[in-house]
């Protein structure tokens, strides 16, 4: 059972917007720490999609975008495409642990 | 942009060790804290540890009492090794630069921003 909470699957048509919720807890995101997620495409490695809660780096575009308030954070994604069918991951620090803690996963499907 | 390459045994027998190499290029493993991440088949990302270039490590601390991670400054190489191995170690092992700052801003805790293909490490039941 991971520290952070996600759901196991989100699902959009095209052009939809989605969510991916993030839950954690005193320790870690309501510690005031950041919140960063990764998008997993099928066979490849995690890619840094958004960190520090809301910043995207260089080449990720706009449609996906950031937010966290007290022990939660979301992924938003507009304008679904079906390149974005992927496995997305919310990543913290907690401080009870002393460690890296990432959340479960989502599986996104784009209908 | 810094790149990363796993390399190491595909296959390892239970109760042995699990040694793997993370190569950087594109830049040098000075200055920053190096990771790895493990994924088993079908499942979720999991931390095992970091190491920062002069050394210092952390771990999970599920995973302490059979993890080392050492650092090799002169070949821009660090390393992994998981000791008495089951088949509840089989996974796909990433390695990762791990940053606190970004943008000019810092995030206590760090994130990934760099991440190797990942080699599959298999240890039979």
């Known amino acids: 059972q991971s520290v952070l909470t996600q759901p196991p699957s989100v699902s959009g048509a095209p052009g939809q917007r989605v969510t991916v919720s993030c839950t954690g807890s005193?320790?870690?995101?309501?510690?005031?720490?950041?919140v960063h997620w990764y998008q997993q495409l099928p066979g490849t490695a995690p890619k840094l999609l958004i960190y520090?809660?809301?910043n995207r780096p260089s080449g990720v575009p706009d449609r996906f975008s950031g937010s966290k308030s007290d022990t939660s954070a979301s992924l938003a994604i507009t304008g679904l495409q079906a390149e974005d069918e992927a496995d997305y991951y919310c990543q913290s620090y907690d401080s009870s642990l002393s460690g890296v803690v990432f959340g479960g996963g989502t599986k996104l499907t784009v209908l | 942009q810094v790149q990363l390459l796993e390399s190491g045994p595909g296959l390892v027998k239970p109760s042995e060790t699990l040694s793997l190499t993370c190569t950087v290029s594109g830049g040098s493993i000075s200055n920053d804290y190096w990771s790895w991440v493990r994924q088993p088949p079908g499942k979720g990302l999991e931390w095992i540890g970091y190491?920062?270039?002069?050394?210092?490590?952390n771990y999970n601390p599920s995973l302490k009492s059979r993890v080392t991670i050492s650092v090799d400054k002169s070949k821009n190489q660090f390393s992994l090794r998981l000791n008495s191995v089951t088949a509840a170690d089989t996974a796909v092992y990433y390695c990762?630069?791990?940053?606190?700052?970004?943008?000019?801003?810092?995030?206590?805790?760090?994130?990934?921003?760099?991440w190797g293909q990942g080699t599959l490490g298999t240890v039979p039941s």
């Open positions: 520090g809660n809301n």
């Open positions: 190491i920062y270039y002069s050394g210092n490590t």
């Open positions: 990762a630069r791990m940053t606190y700052c970004s943008g000019g801003s810092c995030y206590p805790g760090g994130f990934f921003d760099s």
């Open positions: 005193s320790s870690n995101i309501g510690a005031g720490y950041g």
